[in-house]
């Protein structure tokens, strides 16, 4: 019945430097075919999945937080090489909350996005 997740939606409070964050520094690429919504907003390409940004004043889903919470509120991306992934959060001096042992067979990290979104990573 269910094939997958197609997209989350994450608010953002400033869409260029979220851009920024989800291209440059993450490295997803941005899928141009976004309709032309009455809101701003970026969509992003994750395997078979999308991210979608959002600009949205009147949103309650914003944490202000930038603590990293790994039982907070989050969604989870496979990687294929977590060193990699750890190299490049270093040298964008992304705060990361790495680890390697814990109570499930994969190693995981986690980070925040420019607004406090709580991102996974693991492999």
């Known amino acids: 019945m269910y094939e997958g997740i197609h997209h989350v939606s994450l ?6 430097r979220s851009k920024h964050f989800y291209s440059e ?3 997803f690429k941005e899928n141009k075919n976004r309709p032309a919504f009455d809101f701003p907003g970026a969509w992003y390409e994750v395997g078979n999945t999308q991210i979608h940004l959002i600009v ?3 949103g309650k889903t914003l944490r202000g937080s930038h603590k990293i919470d790994s039982r907070d509120g ?3 991306i496979r990687v294929q090489d977590m060193e ?5 959060m270093k040298k964008h001096h992304v705060e ?4 390697p042992n ?5 190693h995981q990290a986690f980070i925040c996005d420019p ?4 991102i996974e990573f693991n492999q």
């Open 115 to 118: 607004d406090g979104n709580i």
């Open 56 to 58: 949205y004043e009147d």
């Open 102 to 106: 814990n109570k499930t067979n994969w």
């Open 96 to 99: 990361l909350l790495n680890k």
């Open 84 to 88: 990699s992934f750890i190299d490049r």
């Open 74 to 76: 989050h969604f989870a």
């Open 11 to 16: 608010l953002v409070s400033d869409l260029e």
């Open 25 to 27: 520094v993450l490295g």
